[in-house]
């Protein structure tokens, strides 16, 4: 249908809706021009060509057009949030949240303009805010099925996983046909460790959308939890066939890859992951444990795992690490330290537990130590630690910085399996002597290696070599009361070997 001859705007508006609904963006512009020809201060003409430049991807077009309708009407809430939406399109978020909160100041019950603001302190790592907004949302309008999937990101992301299926299952409730939101469920049920569960739900989401590349990968780390490697790559090479540049699918493909040993194989991956922007310092660390030059000093090592890795590493085991440590590792260093300890006569008094995880070297520690301390990267090793009841005081913090802060606090440092996951102890073994009074004692196992200062191993666990050891701590002011060999625990069956070793400070 042609445009009326008559000039009349409300006909020539109508015609342009039409238009715009049909996502025929360019014959609705051209009417809305004509309106604005006849009328340059008409708000809908310059309201709904903002909307439509949004819509074909001109963000800043939908800017200039919507700012001018809103100075033509400023009463319009739909405006502001229309402006919100394209100013986070170009990744401006904090003047994105102004114009929806300026919205909702027209309309407190609109329900997405308090959405779109949730969207806007997501991006600001406002979570708690964020989550109030959508909340906010549903309760305006309960059947929002997008403002229920974006409580289910928030709650996932706050680590309440339980409250993400529940908030997943709101949105599916509402739209059962929402792939992502069965995607996220998913995730959220991994997090839980309900794997097999967290299975149906990526199926789900892959019946409803097969090129679901998302749904794919995750459901290859639900795979490799359940120890289904070949069906873990295959899902992850599915996604990589449908998103090529996936950094993630690839990188997870690589670790699989390095647990069947197929380490050339895995090096690929990760470079590949590298390539495609995933996370340089993860992707380089574990190039490194695979003998991949990386630039960096030391001879090309890093000089400690990166504080992600660690933490998600330990987050992630926080459920099961007693048992696989004790039963399926066969882990004895905890045993070894404090039969080292009350062998060289050492009396604990003020005691930290450095990398205390869930407490297994604690609980030993307890009846040594007038006041036991303990510190770690992960969040969820701690929780379970604090159920143990044995702690005077738990704290989430990197080493170093944690012994930075307590100078001469400490008689006793314990340290069981943590620098596994530090190359370069020289600002340790400084931070340790700098938080132990005169006379005290640093007590910690490694991993032996005897052709290198230390090497980081495929395990993604670094090894030390005994005259390294015995360097750094002389340099950093402690003598050597001890080093002494021992099995510390299994891997593949094989016995790993190590050293326990007792520092006193001089």
Not at 4 to 20: F, K, T, V, Y
Not at 415 to 441: C, E, F, N, Q, T
Request: glycine share 6%; net charge negative; charged share 20%.
């Amino acid at each position: 249908m042609s445009a009326p001859e008559s000039g009349d705007i409300a006909a020539w508006l109508q015609e342009a809706l039409a238009l715009h609904r049909r996502a025929d963006y360019a014959a609705a512009e051209r009417l809305y021009r004509r309106v604005l020809q006849r009328q340059p201060h008409h708000f809908d003409a310059l309201h709904l060509l903002g909307v439509a430049a949004r819509q074909r991807g001109d963000p800043h077009g939908a800017i200039e057009f919507i700012s001018q309708a809103i100075a033509v009407d400023p009463a319009q809430a739909a405006a502001y949030c229309n402006l919100g939406a394209a100013l986070q399109d170009i990744g401006d978020s904090a003047a994105a949240l102004i114009e929806f909160e300026r919205a909702l100041a027209i309309r407190p019950g609109y329900a997405l303009a308090h959405n779109n603001r949730g969207n806007a302190l997501r991006n600001l790592a406002r979570y708690a805010e964020a989550l109030q907004s959508y909340q906010d949302a549903l309760r305006h309008q309960a059947d929002y099925a997008e403002a229920a999937y974006n409580c289910g990101t928030v709650l996932h992301r706050l680590e309440r996983h339980d409250d993400a299926v529940e908030s997943y299952d709101w949105a599916l409730r509402v739209k059962p046909g929402y792939a992502d939101a069965w995607c996220n469920r998913g995730s959220a049920l991994h997090m839980l460790q309900r794997y097999d569960a967290a299975l149906d739900s990526f199926a789900e989401a892959l019946r409803l959308d097969p090129t679901h590349a998302s749904a794919l990968c995750n459901r290859g780390l639900a795979l490799h939890k359940l120890g289904r490697d070949e069906e873990a790559m295959q899902d992850y090479r599915a996604a990589i066939a449908l998103r090529p540049a996936y950094a993630d699918a690839h990188f997870f493909l690589g670790n699989v890859l390095r647990q069947l040993q197929r380490l050339e194989e895995a090096a690929a991956s990760y470079r590949r992951a590298l390539d495609c922007g995933a996370d340089a310092q993860m992707v380089n660390f574990a190039l490194a444990a695979l003998g991949e030059t990386v630039d960096d000093a030391a001879g090309g090592l890093p000089p400690s795992a990166p504080v992600a890795y660690v933490k998600d590493l330990f987050d992630a085991y926080a459920d099961h690490f007693d048992v696989h440590l004790v039963d399926v590792l066969q882990y004895q260093t905890p045993q070894r330290m404090l039969e080292a300890v009350h062998k060289a006569g050492i009396e604990a008094g003020a005691c930290v537990d450095l990398g205390c995880g869930t407490g297994l070297c604690g609980v030993l520690l307890r009846p040594l130590a007038k006041t036991l301390a303990g510190v770690d990267l992960s969040p969820k090793m701690l929780e379970k630690a604090r159920r143990r009841g044995i702690y005077d005081s738990l704290e989430c913090a990197e080493l170093c910085a944690f012994l930075a802060q307590r100078e001469q606090a400490f008689d006793l440092a314990v340290a069981a399996d943590v620098l596994v996951y530090i190359g370069d102890l020289a600002p340790l073994m400084l931070a340790a002597k700098r938080a132990l009074r005169p006379g005290g004692v640093f007590v910690f196992s490694v991993e032996e290696c005897t052709d290198a200062p230390y090497i980081l191993r495929a395990s993604q666990r670094y090894a030390h070599s005994s005259v390294y050891v015995q360097d750094v701590a002389v340099q950093a002011g402690m003598g050597v009361r001890s080093i002494e060999r021992h099995v510390l625990r299994e891997e593949r069956g094989v016995a790993i070997v190590g050293l326990i070793v007792i520092l006193g400070v001089l």
